[in-house]
Each structure stands twice: as structure tokens, then as C-alpha cells.
């Protein structure tokens, strides 16, 4: 951990500029967190009016304190905040925590008294948090540097769960679910504005956590992917599951975080790129974020997303099955030898497929639950078992449920939830440290997320590694090759392109026809008009002279009354396929290389049934990715189509891909529609790329 990251998570000293004696208010908060909650180090209140501040004495300004603190909280704002952390820097403070808001998040001006404060702060060697934060929170040593009221509201607990964001309300609901579930959490830090210290910054920083073993992440904006991509690869190392909600995924959304953090918003299907490509698992919203952390700390690894479903209800049952589908989690065949055994411990009259129904019988004997499940659990289809407890409570034997339960998870090996909705029945099963889920919507999604999660970082690990991205000015000149330029460009870098030739003259077109020796189409060639289309210049199906000579007449005839350069005339193969797919790329000047694959042709705005990959990628990620679209079902063939040849639409992509990212922003886009794709082969038909200069 770096010098300046340290002085935010384990100062030996912390000054609160601003403090106040009332623990209710920001300034006060920090002092009393810090007093009772463990901080070892020495804390220095600054207040001009006070002597003593909750039992400490008092400082009027940071010149007057005995020594340079490693740290300060910066509670005053506007200029005094400005001015605050120009005395850090000029005294060589480590780090400083600007509490204060009405800056970057609060319009021009305010982003103008932002820029100058991290002007001074880097002039001077200082690194901030914020402005616009609610603080950070190390339950792991006692420095609350926060002013957060969920604190209070919810007693800390250490543990081992590390929640950043830039949010601090964010962070607070995430602290405050996981303490609900009985969690403990170590870290809490919210950047706030994040103009200087980022949350990929510090997730990197509490990865290296020892005692840390699930990241949570709350994201408005991402500026430096290369840090959390480290950061990701930290985890990955340690075996650290990392969840992230990136907000802002709609246009309404993108403004509000503007807003809020005076946070830029990310494209959203390259922030699912880069996240997926780096191991990190996307949520929704913050309740997402928590869902699942009770199954991720029991370090479960189940082979596969096989169900079972245990429960005192045949309804339960059902509607569970239902919902298992809906997310993909396939109900596991229990064998003749399980149910056999099903049937000598449970009623006659009871269910012993899967779902299992132990009926009401429940009630007159209590120990059903930890006789049916050692063998369900057994059982080699098995991956997850449910238990699913809509009623229970009084004369029931809850607490032996939960003892069988505990049992089940601590020796079985496989992943068990449980769904109970009565706060004593949860309360049972969480004191015995079983997961547990108020709804078995809320569990099977919890299955769905930790299985997914786990083949995502199984798929990562064969991805290559991915360099540093190299960044460029996005409003730097550039320039539209020609499709012949274009075609060219793609064929130097072992792309099938469809067979072509450039000509200057009629008679150099039916040369070309009689070359092709079959139908052909003809295209202007012209780098200033890159959709050829709207303006009659692409002729389809020539097959004769004639009705060469008088397409290349016609299109150059076209180009002359537009003004536009004519390179000449494409004379191109027709070339027929089984389905018209697309390929693009283009360079991100956060995230690099970013590709685009899917289904195709004229309508492919409107259908947009495509996926997004970040590049290198290789040939079996992309299938993955392709496989994944609402076409994929048509790929192997359907009403006696025969099958199409995937690999080669994703050699093809993999390749253009590798062209981008080697390019290193020089290649400013690729856009492929359509690729024809057949059953031997795919073959690009039309092309145009986008480079660097102009």
C-alpha cells in the first residue's frame, strides 16, 4: 500500500478541521467514532473557538497543532476548504478528507473552486478524498474518518467485507444490509466527487487486505480502468469475489450522476465489457450488492447449478421451480437410490422427486429437515439445495431446523440458502450461520449470481492479459478510409474479405465481372461518402456488360454531381450467406480496444441483438458472447437449415479486434455489415474504417 493510501486507512494521526463538541454534527462524529471504536492514534481537533473538544484539547489552526498529522478531515466549506487543504499542503499533511459539498457536483463554478483545490493539493504532494465525501471507515484499526449515521444506527462490526463507493449514502445502505444479515464489515469508504483519490485507488489498496474476502463497489464513473484492473487482478489472486454496481446505465440515469458526483458517465456496454472481461460481477442497485455476500463467505465452489428444493410446501415447490428456470438453474434428477431413501424418512404421502415436499408433517416431526437433507446433498446431481420455509414458528422446532441446516453447510460441501420470512425464523438460521433469504426469489438469485460469478472467473483466467491502455485526445482529427482502402486494410490482417478489385474505368469493370466469372455488385469508392446506399451508389446482381458498363456510368456520374473524390468503381463478388451477421470495433479512450459482434444487415440499429467484448479477446470468448444472443438458437440450424460456421464469424471478429487494439488508437474504428455467414465460412462483404489524422 502506498504512503499517501496508508495516511487515509492507518494514519497515527488524524486532525479534524472543523471539529465540534457535538457528536450529532459532521465535525463531532469523527471524534466520537474514533474515541470508541479503537483508534490508536493521536487525534487533533481544530477549532478556533474551543480550548477542549470532547475531552481533547483543542487546536485554532492546523499551524498550531505539535506536528504535521498524517491525516485531516476537512468539515468547513467553500473557501475555508480550499484554503484548509493549502495549509495541508504547505505543512506536508499525507492525506486529506474534504467533507464539504457545493463543488464539482454543484456546477461550473463550484468545478472551478474543485479544479483549484486539487491544483494546490498536487502542487503541494497532497492527496484528496472528495470534495463531496462522506469520509472512510477502517473497523479494522478505528479510523472512522467519516461523519456517517449509520454507525449509530447500526453498531460496526469487523469483518470481512470492504464496501467503496463513491456514494456515501450508497455505502452506508450496503453497510447497513450486510450488519442486518449479521455481516461484519471492515471497510466503509465513500470518494465523494473522487477529483483526486479514486474508488479503483482504493479498492486496489484494501484488496491487499489481509482480512478482507469480498469487494463491494459502487461506481458513477470510470476513470481510471487500468487501477481497478489491478485492483481485479489482486482479487482474483487472493480468491476475492468482486461485485460492483456502475450506476448511470440509462441517459436519465448518466445526467443524475452528473449531478451527484459531477461524475461523467461511462458508455454503459463497454462498462459491462471491461467489468465482465476483469472478473467483476454487475448488479443492479445496492440491495444486489449485499444479496448474495452471505453465500460468498462461505467460500462455497459448487460444480455446477443443479437444484434442489427442500420445503414444508407443495406451493413453495412449485413457485420455486418457476423461478429456478427463469434464471437458468436447472432442477437436479435425483436418482432411484436417493429417492429410495427419500421415501423410508418422509410420509408416504410426501413428495420424493425434486422439489421435495415434506408436507406438514414438519410440525410433528421436527427432525424431517435433517433427514432429508444428507441425502439430497448426496446425491452426485446436486449442485444447490434451497430449503424453502414459508410457514413455521410456533410449535415448530426452529432451532433444531437451524441445527441441521448448520450442520448440512458445514459438511456437505454444497451451497445451501434458505428461504424463511418470519424475522424469528431468519433470526435462527442466521445465528447458526446458514445464508439466509426473506424471499426465494432473493436465494435463487444469490445461486444464479454466485455460480455465474464463478464461470465468469473460470473464463477470465483463459483470456489474455490486458495491457495498459494507451489514452488519446476523442476530438483529435481523424478520417473515413474508402471501402476499398478499408477492405484492403482488413485483408493485410488475414480477414476474409469478399473478392474484389478496384477499377478506374468501364472497361477495368467487365474485366473485372469476367475475372469474378459470376454476378457481381458494383460500388462507388469515395472516402467522403461512406453510406453509399441513399445515393444509388451500389448496384446489385450485374451480369452482363451492359448492365456493367452502365452501373460504373451511372456512380461516377454520381460522385462528379456530389463534389466527391472517386477512387472508382468496386466490382465485387455476390456473395450469398445463411445469415447476415456484423462485426465492429472501435478504440475507447477509457477502456481501448472494444468489440462488437452479432446479427446484421439493414436493420441491425433497430433489432440490436449484438454483444460487446473488450479486445484481445479470443475466439472461444467471443463464441461465448455470440451464443448469448436472442439469434443464437438459428446458429445451429433450425427447420432444416443446415448449421452455420460460428467459428469462422468469430475468428473474424477476434481478428479485427486484434487490429484495433494493436493499432493503439491509430485504427479509430472498424464497422463490418454485413458478414456473411454460411456453413463453411464467413466472408465480409462491405467494410469501412475510421483512422487517426484528417
Known amino acids: 500500500m502506498s504512503s499517501t493510501l496508508s495516511a487515509l486507512l492507518s494514519p497515527r494521526s488524524v486532525a479534524i478541521v472543523g471539529a465540534s463538541d457535538n457528536i450529532h454534527k459532521i465535525g463531532g462524529r469523527p471524534i466520537h467514532y474514533m474515541q470508541t471504536m479503537g483508534y490508536a492514534g493521536t487525534i487533533y481537533p481544530v477549532n478556533p473557538q474551543r480550548e477542549t473538544l470532547q475531552g481533547l484539547r483543542a487546536y485554532p489552526s492546523l499551524d ?119 455481516i461484519g464489515v471492515r471497510h466503509v469508504h465513500a470518494t465523494g466527487n473522487q477529483a483526486d483519490v479514486t474508488v479503483s485507488e482504493l479498492v486496489l489498496a484494501v484488496a491487499q487486505d489481509p482480512d478482507v474476502r469480498l469487494l463491494l463497489l459502487y461506481l458513477e464513473t470510470l476513470t481510471d480502468p487500468d487501477v481497478l484492473a489491478e485492483a481485479a487482478a489482486v482479487a482474483r489472486a487472493r480468491g476475492i469475489p468482486v461485485v460492483a454496481v456502475k450506476s448511470g446505465r440509462s441517459q436519465a440515469g448518466a445526467r443524475a450522476a452528473a449531478s451527484h458526483t459531477g461524475a461523467m458517465a461511462n458508455e454503459d456496454r463497454a462498462v459491462d465489457a471491461f467489468l465482465a472481461r476483469h472478473g467483476i460481477w454487475r448488479v443492479e442497485d445496492a440491495h444486489a450488492l449485499a444479496r448474495c455476500a452471505p453465500l460468498y463467505l462461505r467460500g462455497w465452489q459448487p460444480a455446477g447449478r443443479r437444484l434442489v428444493v427442500v420445503s414444508n410446501s ?38 420424493t422427486a425434486n422439489p421435495v415436499d415434506v408436507t406438514a408433517a414438519l410440525l410433528t416431526n421436527s427432525g424431517l429437515f435433517g433427514d432429508v437433507l444428507p441425502v439430497v446433498g448426496a ?26 441446516a448448520a450442520q448440512f ?87 476474409p474479405v469478399v473478392e474484389h478489385y478496384l477499377c478506374q474505368s468501364a472497361d477495368e469493370a467487365v474485366a473485372a465481372w469476367q475475372r469474378i466469372g459470376a454476378p457481381v455488385a458494383i460500388k462507388a469508392s469515395s472516402p467522403a461518402v461512406p453510406h453509399k446506399s441513399e445515393h444509388g451508389l451500389v448496384t446489385l446482381n450485374c451480369n452482363s456488360r451492359e448492365a456493367i458498363v452502365d452501373a460504373f456510368t451511372r456512380q461516377t456520374q454520381t460522385l462528379d454531381a456530389m463534389h466527391a473524390p472517386c477512387e472508382g468503381v468496386i466490382v465485387a463478388r455476390m456473395s450469398r450467406g445463411q445469415r447476415e451477421c456484423m462485426v465492429g470495433a472501435h478504440w475507447d479512450p477509457v477502456f481501448g480496444a472494444v468489440l462488437l459482434v452479432g446479427d446484421g444487415g439493414k436493420y441491425v440499429e433497430v433489432v440490436r441483438d449484438t454483444a460487446v467484448l473488450l479486445a484481445p ?34 475468428d473474424v471478429a477476434a481478428k479485427v479486434g486484434n487490429l484495433v487494439h494493436q493499432a493503439r488508437g491509430q485504427i479509430r474504428s472498424v464497422d463490418l455489415n454485413p458478414v456473411m455467414l454460411g456453413p463453411d465460412g464467413a466472408v465480409v462483404v462491405d467494410g469501412l474504417m475510421e483512422v487517426a489524422g484528417g
Not at 478531515?73 to 474534504?98: H, Y
Not at 443464437?632 to 464469424?649: E, M, S, T
Open 64 to 182: 498550531a497543532l505539535p506536528e504535521a498529522p498524517e491525516l485531516a478531515v476537512i468539515v468547513v466549506a467553500g473557501d475555508a476548504a480550499v484554503q484548509a487543504v493549502a495549509d495541508c499542503a504547505r505543512l506536508g499533511v499525507g492525506a486529506a478528507i474534504v467533507i464539504a459539498s457545493g463543488f464539482g457536483e454543484a456546477g461550473e463554478a463550484g468545478k472551478r473552486q474543485q479544479d483549484e483545490m486539487v491544483r494546490i493539493a498536487r502542487e503541494g504532494g497532497l492527496r484528496i478524498v472528495g470534495p463531496n465525501s462522506q469520509g472512510l471507515a477502517n473497523f479494522g484499526n478505528g479510523t472512522i474518518a467519516s461523519f456517517s449515521t449509520m454507525f449509530i444506527e447500526i453498531p460496526p462490526q469487523d469483518g470481512p467485507v470492504a464496501v467503496v463507493s463513491q456514494s456515501g449514502g450508497t455505502a452506508a445502505l450496503v453497510y447497513g444490509l450486510l450488519r442486518q444479515q449479521g
Open 314 to 351: 407443495g406451493a413453495s415447490c412449485v413457485m420455486a421451480t418457476d423461478t429456478a428456470d427463469t434464471l437458468g438453474i436447472s432442477m437436479a434428477p435425483l436418482s432411484a437410490a436417493t429417492q429410495s431413501a427419500l421415501a423410508e424418512r418422509l410420509p408416504g404421502f410426501a413428495a
Open 379 to 404: 446425491d452426485p446431481s446436486a449442485d444447490l439445495v434451497l430449503l424453502d420455509i414459508p410457514v413455521a414458528g410456533m410449535g415448530y422446532d426452529v432451532p433444531r431446523f437451524a441445527r441441521d
Open 409 to 495: 453447510a458445514d459438511q456437505a460441501g454444497k451451497p445451501i440458502a434458505v428461504a424463511a420470512w418470519q424475522d424469528a425464523v431468519v433470526r435462527e438460521f442466521r445465528a447458526a450461520n446458514v445464508p439466509t433469504f426473506v424471499h426465494a426469489a432473493d436465494a435463487l438469485a444469490a445461486f444464479h449470481q454466485l455460480t455465474a460469478h464463478q464461470q465468469l472467473l473460470r473464463d477470465v483466467a483463459g483470456e489474455p492479459t490486458m495491457p495498459p491502455i494507451v489514452r488519446w485526445d476523442s476530438a483529435s482529427p481523424s478520417q473515413t478510409l474508402s471501402e476499398a482502402a478499408s477492405l484492403a486494410r482488413l485483408a493485410q490482417a488475414g480477414v
Open 617 to 650: 479477446a479470443s475466439p472461444a470468448a467471443i463464441e461465448r458472447a455470440v451464443r448469448s444472443l436472442r439469434m443464437a438458437p438459428l446458429l445451429d440450424g433450425v427447420r432444416g437449415d443446415a448449421p452455420l460456421d460460428v467459428a469462422a464469424l468469430c
